[in-house]
T-cell receptor
């Protein structure tokens, strides 16, 4: 079975450019999470969706970040304009069910470097 | 400030030794999870604990959830080089449905 798919795996861009990260959750999963991981701040939840609807975006750092989930099999995280401090590994995770003990399956991540 | 404090931050041991890592908070969690993350990959779930005082065993790994559901520990017996990785705990609070917050992690290195 395919796991969570993220693209691109690596992205190098210049400050001010728009960056779009993509995620395909596991088929049948109804929740999707976007995380950011840095050495300084660890793994931070940015936003999560349930049944394609954003439930909590309190972790989104600022208006430069936006996320969409147009259907159950696709989500994007966009940064516009990008800044060097956005450099991090961005993970997408999906899960099934609604209880607090569910399993999140993480993708391999996108390593973003903003110069 | 991390909601979940993990200790130690780094642990280096020899193969065959035992180790314990801790995850502490002042908050009560409805469930707590432990993940292991290897370089270049996403975290992989090891266990979920939901009941205060619960103990779960996964081969050489033993997980315990505190009675008050505010803390947890992970104990590895006879560590092997394959246990090397970043161990993360994540908690879900009763007032934040479905939302897990992660600790900073404990980097474990097991040398042959």
């Amino acid at each position: 079975d395919a796991g969570v798919i993220q693209s691109p795996r690596h992205e190098v861009t210049e400050m001010g450019q728009e960056v779009t990260l993509r995620c395909k959750p596991i088929s049948g999963h109804n929740s999707l999470f976007w995380y950011r991981q840095t050495m300084m701040r660890g793994l931070e939840l940015l936003i999560y969706f349930n049944n394609n609807v954003p439930i909590d975006d309190s972790g989104m750092p600022e208006d430069r970040f936006s996320a969409k989930m147009p259907n159950a099999s696709f989500s994007t995280l966009k940064i516009q304009p990008s800044e060097p401090r956005d450099s991090a590994v961005y993970f997408c995770a999906s899960s099934k069910g609604q209880d607090g003990g569910r399993t999140q399956y993480f993708g391999p991540g996108t390593r973003l470097l903003v110069l | 400030t991390q909601l979940l404090e993990q200790s130690p931050q780094f642990l280096s041991i020899q193969e065959g030794e035992n180790l314990t890592v801790y995850c502490n908070s002042s908050s009560v969690f409805s469930s707590l999870q432990w993940y292991r993350q290897e370089p270049g990959e996403g975290p992989v779930l090891l266990v979920t604990v939901v009941t205060g005082g619960e103990v779960k065993k996964l081969k050489r790994l033993t997980f315990q959830f505190g009675d008050a559901r505010k803390d947890s520990s992970l104990h590895i017996t006879a560590a092997q080089p394959g246990d090397t990785g970043l161990y993360l705990c994540a908690g879900s609070r009763t007032d934040s449905w479905g939302k897990f917050q992660f600790g900073a992690g404990t980097q474990v290195v097991v040398t042959p």
